[in-house]
């Protein structure tokens, strides 16, 4: 039987605060966004980390919600995974704070994906300015809203480069996991 004290000390160690694994709607953005919020508040979060986080996690569940390639598909292994996608935050004692993502990408996009991460990682704070700016202007959105705005603008707030991997699921999907760390 699985032990649920057990699941609870890993959770506990990891200092997660809030995770949810399953389908990404408005109510539920918004319901975490409060959430989290309460949480900071809480803890008592100084004012200007409390606002990096926010902002960072307002961009993160909106590509939860605005790019999971699993959305109405019905060719994932496993039917019922179909609209899921995994969030999580943690806070390590620092006062760090981590915040993890994954969601279902349609394979034939992970290699220009792939290539637009590593552009930004490879960028200083100006350069990701200048990109957003630049991306900004060029108006060269995508059928689900963004031009990579969220990306860059999640690169700029927290100011760290992120930590991803692409997991082959089937000859269709791969999973697409995102760790971003945000600190003072």
């Known amino acids: 039987m699985f032990d649920i004290y057990d699941f609870y000390e890993k959770m506990e160690d990891g200092k997660i605060m809030l995770s949810f694994k399953g389908e990404i709607t408005s109510d539920?953005?918004?319901?975490?966004?409060h959430i989290m919020e309460s949480k900071l508040d809480?803890?008592?979060e100084e004012p200007k980390l409390k606002k990096k986080v926010y902002n960072v996690l307002v961009e993160c569940l909106q590509n939860l919600y605005?790019?999971?390639d699993g959305t109405g598909n019905q060719n994932l292994v496993k039917s019922d995974n179909?609209?899921?996608?995994l969030f999580l935050i943690g806070r390590s004692d620092n006062s760090t704070y981590k915040i993890i993502t994954g969601n279902y990408i349609l394979k034939e996009?992970?290699?220009?994906?792939?290539?637009?991460l590593e552009r930004i990682n490879s960028m200083n704070k100006?350069?990701?300015?200048?990109?957003?700016?630049n991306t900004l202007s060029n108006?060269?959105?995508s059928d689900k809203g963004g031009g990579g705005l969220g990306m860059i603008d999640i690169a700029r707030k927290s100011g760290q480069k992120f930590e991803y991997n692409f997991t082959p699921i089937n000859n269709?999907?791969?999973f697409f996991s995102l760790i971003i760390k945000v600190t003072q």
């Open 66 to 68: 605005h790019h999971n």
């Open 82 to 85: 179909q609209n899921s996608a």
């Open 28 to 33: 539920l953005l918004t319901s975490i966004l």
């Open 172 to 174: 269709i999907y791969s």
């Open 126 to 133: 100006d350069e990701l300015k200048e990109y957003y700016i």
């Open 139 to 141: 108006e060269s959105f």
């Open 109 to 116: 996009n992970v290699t220009d994906f792939e290539s637009k």
């Open 42 to 44: 809480n803890i008592g």
